[in-house]
């Protein structure tokens, strides 16, 4: 089975930096064109440039529909062609006890980790099923939207409402050939978190993965494109854990 996305052109929201750079990479080297959405214009055009002539930028805000309009229609328009693949990548997290959360805290982390997820994949489906052609959705959710932490009520519940929302727009889509599928990465090391992974209280969690490591970047890499491609055309309304087996561990 060859994990091949030849002539795909492919959206990948947070793209300016961390796993949403690096999916972007995954996907171009997949064979596929890739346009790199996100906020940060300046920092996305370089991750863009990176890629060469397989790689666009393009300005997108989640959270506003008007901004996820302009932003699928520049994609096409750069790319010479309708998005088949969504990467829904774009978060944030809130790292404070239930306790302090403010309603706008609240608001922001479920705009940006559901809200503005749904409205990515709303606008993709809505232009493949007006192109007639099918395609395939990863929304990247998170083993915290399968099994709780602490002091991350909104990112968990977030992420939740995410692998939910997974299964209802595969059965919904699936009639127009849209795939739609979750990826559940657990704790991979990036730079973001490197700092944090040396201290005793990171240490402490790692030992409680089965594996007694951290994951890689390079490990979603497989799972990623599996989802994604037409391989795997059988497959939807999945939830994928890649955790080293944490969601298993015993309480």
């Given amino acids: 089975m060859q994990l091949s996305l030849d002539g795909k052109v492919a959206l990948v929201t947070g793209a300016s930096g961390g796993l949403g750079r690096h999916f972007a990479g995954v996907l171009a080297r997949a064979g596929a064109t890739v346009v790199l959405a996100a906020r940060r214009v300046e920092k ?26 302009e932003a699928f229609a520049a994609a096409e328009a750069k790319a010479g062609g309708p998005v088949t693949v969504v990467v829904n990548n774009a978060g944030i997290a809130d790292t404070r006890a239930a306790l302090d959360v403010t309603p706008d805290d609240w608001d922001r982390v479920l705009d940006t980790n559901l809200t503005g997820a749904f409205l990515v994949a709303q606008a993709a489906a809505r232009r493949m099923t007006a192109a007639g052609v099918p395609g395939s959705i990863v929304n990247i959710a998170s083993i915290a939207g399968l099994r709780p932490a602490g002091a991350v009520a909104a990112y968990c519940a977030s992420k939740a409402g995410l692998v939910h929302l997974t299964k209802a727009l595969a059965l919904e889509w699936a009639r127009h050939g849209i795939r739609v599928n979750a990826l559940c990465p657990g704790y991979v090391e990036t730079d973001i978190n490197a700092e944090f992974f040396a201290t005793d209280a990171g240490k402490a969690l790692i030992k409680r993965i089965p594996q007694r490591r951290l994951g890689k970047p390079e490990e979603l890499d497989a799972p990623l494109l599996l989802l994604a491609c037409d391989a795997a055309s059988y497959l939807t309304g999945s939830v994928l854990a890649v955790d080293g087996g944490h969601l298993v561990s015993s309480l």
């Fill in 44 to 69: 996305l055009e370089a991750a863009a440039a990176a890629l060469g002539p397989q790689g666009h930028a393009v300005a997108l805000d989640v959270a506003d529909p008007v901004s996820v309009a």
